[in-house]
């Protein structure tokens, strides 16, 4: 059986990691990856080692904040930078802007979108109503999607920075006032999974089944995590999806790996 296999990752840097992720996508096998947090502007991404691969690379960024891209050997087609209504944001009230957390892409087919969602910081921070007028705006523009194209095949992919059930943190009571699993994110979140299906869940289930570790404290040997990048597919991609990871292996270091990890780690699907 042939498969399109499509993966995300939160680098956390891309130029710090780039020999990484590389030599991940050529191990791994994959078609399509999206990425996070490259920190980096456009002219500063090192795109020549994902040419050298056989990749195609579209890329949204700035400065060391935030960034999206997507590389995919398999096409890069109908590129967009950020999603229809997508909210601005202004540090300290100066003027807002668009920032680069949504860069969207057709691959062999299948529309990818890679986002990158904001934190929110906490709960009483300006940062935190951006976070959910964010994933509102993302929302209605999913929604109107699938009003025009209901056969459409799109993942909805990235780090989302919401952990949905109290089983995707390590300890839900260290996190309980926290942002990422207060009830107004997870209902923006199940807004969207109404329609868009969390397909990586049913081939990885279960508690301590996680996505990111602090670099502080030991939190990945502790396995002390959260959950919180993901893979939603339409209603037409959902039941294509045969296979799905979280390579919990690319957040090791040490011996015989290249370079430091990022806080993430890769989660890919196979789409028959």
Known sequence: ??????????????????????????????????MQETKCADDQFPAMPFVAAGYEVAHYGYDQWNG?????????EDVAVGFEGQPAWGKDQSIPKTEARALGATCAGVRVWS???PNGRNIHDPHYRYKLDWLAALHDC?????AREPTARIALVGDWNIAPRDEDV??????????????????????IATTFTDVVRPFAPGPQVYTYWDYTQLRFPKRQGMRIDFILASPALAPQ??????????RKSGKNR???????????????
């Open 1 to 34: 059986m042939s498969v399109l296999r499509v993966a995300t990752w939160n680098v956390n840097s891309i130029r710090t990691r780039v020999d990484r992720v590389v030599d991940w996508l050529v191990r791994a096998d994959v078609d399509v990856l999206a």
């Open 68 to 76: 999206v891209a997507i590389a995919s050997r398999v096409g890069l």
């Open 115 to 117: 986002l990158y969602v």
């Open 142 to 146: 999913a929604s109107s999607w699938m």
């Open 170 to 191: 390590w300890d839900i009571d260290v996190f309980r006032d926290s942002t990422h699993v207060t009830e107004p994110e997870r209902e923006a979140f199940d807004a």
């Open 241 to 250: 999806v045969v296979n799905a990871e979280i390579v919990r292996d690319e």
């Open 258 to 272: 290249i370079g430091s990890p990022s806080d993430h780690a890769p989660v890919f699907i196979d789409i028959s």
